[in-house]
């Protein structure tokens, strides 16, 4: 393994809720060295959500040290934390986010605009990343012409045409079927072994128990953080695994201004349909 790529020390997060006082992290201190696999795992409420927001730019601590390639977020500016986010770290939600009206191939360019990267380059490197999750067949399909799995699969590739040193995946099984969730767990499993560190937030057991490395979180502190090296990707949607299908309620997020999309850093809103990428 080599250096460390996110580190967290002593992390407080409170908010403000009206009168009410609301302590979603209490003192958070863990860090993850480049090429690890591990999964942040916990309950709604637990902190785990909060901790992701922390290691992708997106929140500041109210107390503590949060370092993502070895800057200190809370010493740097929003532009800063937006180009830290768009260079360093690779976004996949459970829901996708693809722009609808936009093509698979023009979703996944669309952080290469933000870098600055010449339109026939940033195609070129936007049609590697869906060759390599095999979906060079799909570039001009509209997003609601795919099936879940190959929404999962675009989103993957957009959060590596950059070549993020940190892929953050936030419940990205959460809406697939057993057999579509394992496949895309088997892709992570590739990308990380080519060097880049993986980290899933999930409320699923059976994702903590088959990953190299579990950090679960309660009440907004490490409940603990076990190590398996023999733990198999491939597993943990197996016929043998715990069946923790949980329809999960989650929390409204209370936030006191509009937050930035993660996947640039910065709003979309302003972007007509028929913009160029």
């Not at 880049?196 to 950090?215: A, L």
């Not at 923790?244 to 809103?269: F, T, Y």
């Amino acid at each position: 393994m080599g250096e460390n790529v996110i580190l967290m020390s002593d992390v407080k997060k409170t908010y403000i809720m009206g009168e009410e006082k609301v302590h979603a992290l209490r003192g958070v201190s863990f860090s993850v060295r480049q090429g690890e696999f591990l999964s942040i795992m916990g309950p709604s409420g637990s902190g785990k959500s909060t901790c992701m927001n922390m290691i992708g730019c997106l929140d500041r601590p109210t107390s503590g040290i949060v370092k993502i390639g070895g800057k200190e977020t809370a010493k740097m500016t929003e532009k800063e934390l937006a180009v830290l986010r768009n260079k360093t770290i690779g976004f996949v939600f459970q829901q996708y986010h693809l722009l609808p009206s936009m093509t698979v191939l023009e979703n996944v360019m669309m952080p290469l605009r933000y870098q600055g990267i010449e339109k026939n380059l940033r195609r070129d490197m936007a049609l590697d990343a869906l060759s390599k999750v095999s979906l060079g067949d799909r570039v001009n399909h509209l997003p609601n012409e795919l099936s879940g799995g190959q929404k999962q699969r675009v989103a993957i590739a957009r959060a590596t045409v950059t070549r993020p040193s940190i892929i953050l995946a936030d419940e990205p099984t959460g809406a697939l079927d057993s057999k579509t969730g394992r496949s895309v767990m088997e892709l992570f499993g590739e990308i990380n072994a080519a060097g880049t560190t993986i980290v899933i937030v999930t409320h699923d057991p059976r994702i903590g128990d088959s990953t190299r490395r579990c950090i679960r979180i309660f009440d907004g502190q490490i409940q603990s953080d076990t190590e398996n090296p023999d733990a198999d990707l491939s597993l943990a949607f197996s016929e043998d695994s715990v069946d923790s299908r949980i329809v999960e309620i989650r929390p409204k997020m209370v936030v006191k201004e509009k937050p930035k999309n993660p996947i640039i850093g910065i709003d979309l809103d302003f972007l007509p349909d028929y913009a160029e990428f």
